[in-house]
């Protein structure tokens, strides 16, 4: 099995931190050439493009809010510009504001479904452009665990989450026909940023749920992307795949 992704012209959206950096480095390691998107985190983005150049492939930074159209498409310009194309699609950006419903007011929904579903939508349609035309591409968006059954606290960010899900598998038979496929991972709880600052006793009850026992470790995302960006995930489309120590099954 080969998991070369030489030549491949890849965008990851929030790849600056977490599981994002870790799927920009995972394919500089298998030879892909990586846009590194972010929201306002310029140092660690710039270390990450430093971390794939070091592979040798060619990485560039780009700050753009991917819940703003306007942002994304000026991005998708420069992308055009400078890689000439584009091959495969990581939406990834995500953000959390938990509250309980009764606490969460309208701002909290708005800016979560805007950051994790708007922004899916807004990249989507732009890259589905160009994969379209020219009749081949991957995408690969980001959902969780929490997409699929629900947390309590989280109901922003589980619509969003199970949002992208039921839009995924729509692409996936609107650009069958253009050879594009549309995939779904379902991390689990992954140490990040993002899990950092949950109380140990919130974490300590999380880990009891895990029938593996342990959290996982973002490059246990990455390869799986790796995989479904690679000419061996061809024929699977419109699927959602977990990464989560079994937590979902
Ligand atoms: N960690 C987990 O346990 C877990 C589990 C299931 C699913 N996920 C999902 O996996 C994805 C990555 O999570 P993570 O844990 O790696 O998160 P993280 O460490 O908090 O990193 C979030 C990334 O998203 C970027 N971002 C946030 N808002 C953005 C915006 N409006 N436009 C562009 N980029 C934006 C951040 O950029 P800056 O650095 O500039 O702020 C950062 O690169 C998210 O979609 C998350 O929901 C995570």
Sequence with gaps: MD???KGKRVLVTGGSRGIGASICKSFAAMGADVIVNFASNQKA?????QAATK???KAIKIQADVSDYKQVRKMFKKIISEFGGLDVLVNNAGITRDKLLLRMNSEDWEKVIATNLTSVYNCCREAAKIFVKQR?????NISSVVGLHGNMGQANYSASKAGIIGFSK???????????AVNVIAPGFIETDMTDDLPEKATA?????IPLG??????EVAHLAVFLASNNADYITGQVISVDGGMFM
């Design 205 to 209: 009850t999380l880990f009891k749920q």
């Design 170 to 180: 729509s692409l996936a038979k609107e650009l069958a026909s253009r050879n594009v």
């Design 136 to 140: 081949s591409g991957k995408i690969i």
């Design 214 to 219: 342990r959290p996982g470790k973002p490059e």
């Design 45 to 49: 983005a710039e270390k990450v493009v």
């Design 3 to 5: 998991l070369s992704l």
């Design 55 to 57: 592979e040798g492939v």
